[in-house]
């Protein structure tokens, strides 16, 4: 009898015939749904307000932007005593139909270092790109207003390579955060040898970061996060135009881009540019995510508690010093630092319906 019982545990370990099928399946994956939204930490949320507006975006009347204290703010962020007021903006993306949303929040009650004053090529700034119908018109439009802060040569769009007209430029809201402004163009065939060219639809199209090791940013929003790299070589580049966009001099660069799904319409793809300098090397300046001038990136994730665990043991410091916060919502929600340059992510897992 003893001799049948042993052989009847080391039957149900080996075929697992011990738990019913459902039983083994029920705890879902750890990983990331999609690439979800932006936000960014502003001093004056009005003024900024008022420029994403005129750069195309709607705000959310639902997001109330009065001053209050927000006890699930204080926890996400690790701090206390301050007052805190947000505003939602958002722009259809045409390809997903989708909305893609950029937080604006601004806070009192706390001291807030200054980081308007940056380059695009600083380890940790982050960028999103934001195709317009028409660059020219958002361009003269912000210079008549006197919003316009570029960072392209000569405060101009910048033709690409074998072109002649101005189709995209660097430039910074009001606290000197960064955004590639691209104008909308049709897709084009392959022809006489030269590759075919996907079309640039309105609404954000990717979101930036500027890493010192593009291996080890690979590894964390590659391998943990499950983006899709795109190209796993990149040449270093050089040249006028990588220069002119950006507002440099002697710059060299590559990219990489790890593809996501957008967590609006997951069959829609979003971006995560990671962009190496070669010659730009130096530390990341230290930073809190509620010093003005930070951004930040959401990413939807399913099982979140485990999914941090994996985030923390792949080096991601942790912002939140309760850990997960549970918003009114029944969203679950916590930031992170990434092991990189020390960006800030946001992780959210919505409530089971």
Known sequence: MIRFATALVAACLSWALCLPSHAQSSAPEARVLGLAFVGRMVSDLDRSV???????????????????????????YGVKGIKTRMAKMYVNNTASGQRFVVYLRELKGLPRKILSDHTPWDPGVTHFGLIVPSADAVWEQLRASGMLRARSWD????????????????????DGLDIELIGERPAVPAKDGRPARAAFLP?????GLVVLDSEKAKTFYGTLFGGQLQSRESPWLQGDFFDSAVGGHGNILRFFNESFPEAAAPSSRLYLELVEFQNRKKPVEPSKITDIGVGYVGFQVQALDDFLKRAEAAGAKPVSKSGIVTMRSGTRVVMVRDPEVGMFVELFEEPKK
């Open 50 to 76: 008022a420029f994403y507006k005129a750069i195309g975006f709607s705000q959310d009347p639902a997001a109330d932007p009065a001053w209050r204290q927000d006890d699930v703010v204080e926890r996400l």
């Open 203 to 207: 609404g954000v199209s990717h979101v």
């Open 155 to 174: 405060a101009k769009l910048i033709a690409p390579p074998g072109e002649t007209k101005g189709l995209l430029a660097y430039m910074t809201d009001p």
